[in-house]
């Protein structure tokens, strides 16, 4: 799988970091204008856990992100 570390403004609710709001991809700012879905991975060895979040961009295009609960990074898969 394609991984590339990105930073993202997230909101911040009781939890933490819940959902993204926007993300630098390459120097661009792109604004998460709808979450599309959402869902939790869990490695079967490994137990880290990553949210992923698949979102249309402000760019109008779908991305797929997801936030690596180990490392405490968010990242971009596609």
């Avoid at 991984?3 to 993204?20: A, L």
């Amino acid at each position: 799988m394609y991984r590339e570390q990105i930073d993202v403004i997230s909101y911040s609710g009781r939890k933490g970091d819940e959902r993204p709001v926007t993300f630098i991809l390459r120097g661009l700012r792109i604004d998460v204008v709808e979450i599309l879905d959402h869902w939790v991975e869990e490695g079967v060895e490994d137990k880290v856990r990553k949210r992923y979040f698949r979102v249309k961009g402000s760019d109008g295009n779908s991305h797929r992100i997801y936030y690596d609960e180990k490392v405490l990074e968010w990242f971009y898969a596609s």
